[in-house]
């Protein structure tokens, strides 16, 4: 069973960064898709980034190409979500989520249990 655990969300202004961190534990991650999601009030929670199992493949909502950029470091069982130029829009809570094996859509066997980012006009 994996646990994840997110942190390095918080309050920025408009034009912004912030550096999201998810941390593993239980087992390696290794050989798991990892994704980050994200879900505004009254929104759908939707997929934002994603990363395959080896690093080689990354995968972007439109609506972030460009501003985020979603990393691993399987040595260390982590992945990390550098978000630059954030947007009020931008405002939601994160989710860390992982699928053995899985591809550029990422459907989670398994969550963390968010971090919220705000963002301020």
């Known amino acids: 069973q994996v646990q994840l655990v997110e942190?390095?969300?918080?309050l920025v202004q408009a034009g912004g960064s912030l550096r999201l961190s998810c941390v593993a534990s239980g087992?390696?991650?290794?050989?798991?898709?990892?994704g980050w999601f994200r879900q505004a009030p009254g929104k759908e929670r939707e997929q934002v980034a994603a990363i395959s199992?080896?690093?080689?493949?990354t995968n972007y909502a439109d609506s972030v190409k460009g501003r985020f950029t979603i990393s691993?470091?399987?040595?260390?069982?982590?992945?990390?979500?550098?978000?630059?130029?954030?947007k009020p829009e931008?405002?939601?809570?994160?989710?860390?989520a992982g699928q053995l094996f899985g591809g550029s859509?990422?459907?989670p066997?398994?969550?963390?249990q968010?971090?919220?980012?705000t963002v301020s006009s």
């Open 114 to 117: 968010g971090t919220q980012v």
């Open 72 to 86: 691993r470091d399987n040595a260390k069982n982590t992945v990390t979500l550098q978000m630059n130029s954030l």
């Open 90 to 96: 931008d405002t939601a809570v994160y989710y860390c």
């Open 7 to 10: 942190s390095g969300g918080g």
């Open 105 to 107: 859509r990422v459907r």
């Open 27 to 34: 087992r390696t991650i290794s050989n798991d898709a990892m």
């Open 53 to 57: 199992w080896r690093g080689a493949n």
């Open 109 to 112: 066997d398994y969550w963390g």
